[in-house]
């Protein structure tokens, strides 16, 4: 099993370019998210789905998009890239939400936006 | 204030030095998570606790519910040990689907 899968590892864009982080994983998990790190603050929460066709908010979801049509693929898009979405940004999934069990990471996409 | 606050935000230590690391939480939760993020910058699940006592290895996380409290120990602590170790805890108020994160713990150990 290759875990939880992000590409790209690194990418710098221009203010007001889109793009896709992808994030793919292979255990079958019906539970995935996406979290921002910044310097200083702990991770937050992006988007969240509970399971295919299913997607909803997290704390910081302004310019973030999401769509979960697979149970494996849950691909983060940003719509107008932004300065203030320089950041770390990591998939994570686990079996289920509602249990409490061990959450998977991926490995980090670092977007830096100029 | 934060929900999650860990303590200390760096510490440096030699090897073969005993380690703890605190995370003190301020809400209910079904359970915590202790995580560590390699230089590198993946993250990787260590324990999971809701209550109790876990080891693995030479990590030791403990949790006291009724104090809102839990620690990371790492015994006989080596150079590969050096990482940040995040606290996360899964909260009651939030119907389980979010994790609330703390700002994390850098440990450098010295040969």
Known sequence: ?114 | KNEVEQSPQNLTAQEGEFITINCSYSVGISALHWLQQHPGGGIVSLFMLSSGKKKHGRLIATINIQEKHSSLHITASHPRDSAVYICAVRSTNFGNEKLTFGTGTRLTIIP
């Open chain 1, 1 to 114: 099993n290759a875990g939880v899968t992000q590409t790209p590892k690194f990418q710098v864009l221009k203010t007001g370019q889109s793009m896709t982080l992808q994030c793919a994983q292979d255990m079958n998990h019906e539970y995935m998210s996406w979290y921002r790190q910044d310097p200083g603050m702990g991770l937050r929460l992006i988007h969240y789905s509970v399971g295919a066709g299913i997607t909803d908010q997290g704390e910081v979801p302004n310019g973030y998009n999401v769509s979960r049509s697979t149970t494996e693929d849950f691909p983060l898009r940003l719509l107008s890239a932004a300065p203030s979405q320089t950041s770390v940004y990591f998939c994570a999934s686990s079996p289920d939400s509602y249990y409490n069990t061990e959450a998977f990471f991926g490995q980090g996409t670092r977007l830096t936006v100029v």
